[in-house]
Each structure stands twice: as structure tokens, then as C-alpha cells.
């Protein structure tokens, strides 16, 4: 019986540490990047797995369900990108297995943002790690310095080979 309990108070500790936000660093976030903006969050948007839009402001991300929550952002500048074309506006998804509500995040983002630093993957400008992209905007050079840094060991094994 005590093996029980103990298996169940274990069980639930990790449940209850299944949707904190995850973190990472400037040097995993940069050196895995494929896009180094700036922008500004001019709205939210909720889509669900067949990609239509749902305005239901009680409607939950987290995990069983197949909605994202996207921030959608004004690219004010592009430090560095492997796109051909950076959009003017981009859709930035939340981490879908947080629980959000969509009527949180728009009440979040009421007012409008600040400028920051974003640091994107794929050619759909994805978060490298879910729901961490947001940087403070003077990181940018230091960023962009990890970033080259990154691409330079990679061309360095590459010619290894």
C-alpha cells in the first residue's frame, strides 16, 4: 500500500509539472534560428486542427486538444532571415499545451506592445522551443553574434566530412 501511495504522489508531482512553460536560452534560441525579427503583437487569433478560425473567447489550448492560440505580430525589422521574403505581418503560435483560454490571451494583448526581438524557426516562423521566442530588443546583436557563431561550426563539421 505505501508503494501505491508514493507511485501516486509521484505521478501526480509530475502532472502537475506537465504544462509549466519551458525556458530556454539566448544561445539554444539563436543558434538554432532561422529568422532574427523584430515586431509587435497587433492581435490574436485561435485556430483548430482543420485550420479554421474559432472566435469562442471561453474556447482552451493544453494538452487532448487540437487548438493553437497564435499571436499574430507587425514585423518592424529583419536582422537576419533564410526566407526569401519575410512577411509584413506573421502568425506566431503560443505553446499549444499550455492552458490559455482564447479570451486571456486577447485580454493580454489588449493593449498595444512594445517592440521586441523574436527568434523564429521554418519557413512558418515557428518557435524553436514552444511558446519561447520573445526577447528584449537589445539582445539583438548578441543574437545575431550566436547565430553566426552556430553557423560557422556547422560549415566547419560540414567540410569535415
Known sequence: ???????????????????????????????????????????????????????????????????????????????????????DTIRVPLDPMMHFSLGQIREAHREPSRTMLLILKGGSFEPVVPGVFFRELDEAQKALDIRARAQRSNDTMESTR
Open 1 to 87: 500500500m505505501r508503494y501505491a501511495v508514493a507511485l501516486f504522489i509521484g505521478l501526480c508531482s509530475i502532472a502537475a509539472f506537465a504544462t509549466l512553460p519551458l525556458q530556454a536560452t539566448l544561445e539554444q534560441l539563436a543558434s538554432d534560428s532561422d529568422h532574427i525579427l523584430a515586431g509587435h503583437v497587433i492581435g490574436v487569433d485561435m485556430v483548430g486542427a482543420d485550420g479554421k478560425e474559432i472566435s469562442d473567447e471561453t474556447a482552451m489550448t493544453g494538452p487532448g486538444r487540437q487548438t493553437k492560440i497564435r499571436l499574430i505580430i507587425k514585423v518592424d525589422k529583419v536582422f537576419f532571415s533564410r526566407a526569401k521574403a519575410v512577411p
